[in-house]
């Protein structure tokens, strides 16, 4: 919802010159006078008010665009984005004692490899400049992985998670103002990271078996020169990709040859669905696959294989830059990938998290509430109202995220993390998220 400040609370925002103008503005959101949402002056009354030219105003706006601070919201003029990639000061949110976080769509520690005995196999050596940015073992261990589950490996490379691949893959290709097609509901961050970066997503639907062949083509359609998609663990609405959808995709991609296809697999091994890919055979296209979920997200680890094109690029751009990620990274996520006891540790990772979705979903289906739930660490519960229903929830206990922020186009939800939840408490959830959803008491009365 957008709020509306009048002229006087937004003296704040001033300037002779589009950079100042525009420094200021994000001044402000760093200091939090300016929240997202919070709406900007029009041109002309900013301009008006500062005694400088629409176009001196439209370029500031046009510069804060394009680093992802604010959004053109159509007639509804120029607003501060959902999540501008600044620090803001204030508060860390915190949660009421006693409430349940299900809100960090993170992996279970408990069904994460310990590290202890993976940091006792750790390479003690230093390493200097000008190695291999590959560790070989990694990419053989990745290798193997990646061609057992049907994506073809040409070469590998290491980066920061699979954000920073999906990044660094989106900065080979494509240029501020340029459309990129991304899963509706869709992973937030990434939603973040493509405005960020200057970029125009166009939503494409998606259903519990993947993308739906007919919303990507129309996103294609619109000129996109990407299609950033999670074929399975879907975030947040679960989804897992079939071959037949694959194969439908895959039709559809064929006709647009210029556009790059980035899979993010953020869940790997512990998805609770079969590997899909898009590529192989296409001109551009790069598979994301983190570490995160499976051996835990502060190894800051992922690999990437693609194109030879798309992977000699990114691998480029990171020589001239971070030059590579750690070896004590590489060498500790080869020693938890290739400890003994890690098939087991994987099996029952996936099955966990299975048995929770499937407990949640299943108590849902009893009182006859639907929510998506196929893969992956989240089940998404469509609500009408995502923000009261999450209130009330942290109310009862709970606390759950209100899906506005994972979504373009698509329906409003709430997404519930299950990767900790205890398969008894979910029948109290779900009758939690049931009462939560029930219309107020005076409109049943009425
Ligand atoms: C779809 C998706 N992509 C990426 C990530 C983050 O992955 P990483 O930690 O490798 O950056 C997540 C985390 O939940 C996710 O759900």
Redesign the pocket.
Known sequence: MLSAMSEPELDFIAGATATEIADSVERAVRQARLAPGDRLPTIRQLGLRLGVSPTTVAAAYGRLRARGVVTARGRGGTAIAGRPPLPVAGQPAYLPPGVRDLTH??PDPALLPPLDPALERVDRRHRLYGEDPVLPELAALATAQLEADGVPVAGVAVV???????ERILQAHLRPGDRVAVDDP??A??LDLIRAFGLRPEPVPVDDDGPLPDGLAGALAAGCGAFVT?LR???PTGAAATPARAAELRRVLDAHPGVVVVE?D??GPVAGAPAVTLGGDRPAWAH?R????WLG?DL???VLTGDPGTVARVQGRQLVGTGWVSHVLQDLAVAMWSAPGRTALLEEGRETYRRRREALAAALAARGVRAHARS??NVWVPVADEGTVSRRLLDAGWAVLAGDRFRLRSQPAIRVTVSTLDVADAPRLAGDIEAATAPPRRTRLA
């Not at 920061?160 to 999906?166: E, F, M, Q, R, T």
Request: glycine share 22%.
């Open positions: 769509g993170g920061g998670g699979a954000l920073d691949g999906v869709g992973f961050p990434a999670t663990a879907q975030n993010d953020h869940a994301v983190s570490v995160s979920k997200p800051r680890l992922a992956g660490l």
